[in-house]
């Protein structure tokens, strides 16, 4: 995990690249397959669960899978949901993972219109949902406007604020 999140600010510092990042997530989820029955048998301690999914209509998965490694990496339970997910997608992982953080995914300018729609059903569905937006067109303007919780342009940034409010 300390390595994770090693990778994670070099790749914010654009010091390593897409790459170099696959090829850490690799190595970290080859040492997960060994740790797994720890975390399952309650030994470990994980610190929150994360619910992450591309939005509705949006098939571009690296950069949210990018996303997922690094807070997996950094002691999260990650639920992916994959793409293409809807509001009621998100507001079933919701219930069944109380308390979880979401974090929506969009890449194109069109698909990003859809995240304001989620929002909002989640907020109505699931009060006090805790919602994180990001994605190439997304910017903080943007999700002041449409009130989800947290904007980062980077993984490391979400993950400074995921430890900054983790219960
Ligand atoms: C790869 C790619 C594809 C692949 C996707 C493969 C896959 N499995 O993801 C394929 C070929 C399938 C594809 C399809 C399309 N694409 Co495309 N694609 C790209 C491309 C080249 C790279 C995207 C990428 O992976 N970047 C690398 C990752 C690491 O970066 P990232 O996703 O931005 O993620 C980082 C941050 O944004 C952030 N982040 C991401 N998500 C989140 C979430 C949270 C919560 C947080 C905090 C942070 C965060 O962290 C990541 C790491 O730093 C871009 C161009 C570009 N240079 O960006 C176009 C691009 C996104 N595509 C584009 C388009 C138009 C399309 C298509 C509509 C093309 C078509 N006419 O069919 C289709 C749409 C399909 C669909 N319905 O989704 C346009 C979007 C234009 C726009 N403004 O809307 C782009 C910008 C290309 C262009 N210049 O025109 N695409």
Redesign the pocket.
Known sequence: MNGMGKVGVK??ENKIF?PQ?LMSAKAMSAAMLHLKPFFLSGEAKRKGTFI?G?VQ????????N??SMIVEGNGYEVIDLG??VTAEQFIRASGEYPGSIV??????????ANMESIVKALKEQVPGSRI???????TKDFCDRIQAD??????Q??VKYLNATAS
Not at 57 to 64: N, P
Not at 132 to 138: L, Q, R, Y
């Open positions: 790749f914010c897409v990042v992450i591309t209509g949006d098939l571009h998965d690296i950069g949210k990018l996303v793409t293409d974090a929506l995914s969009a890449l194109l300018t069109t698909t990003m994180c937006i990001g994605g190439a067109p997304v947290f904007y980062s342009p980077d993984p940034g979400l």
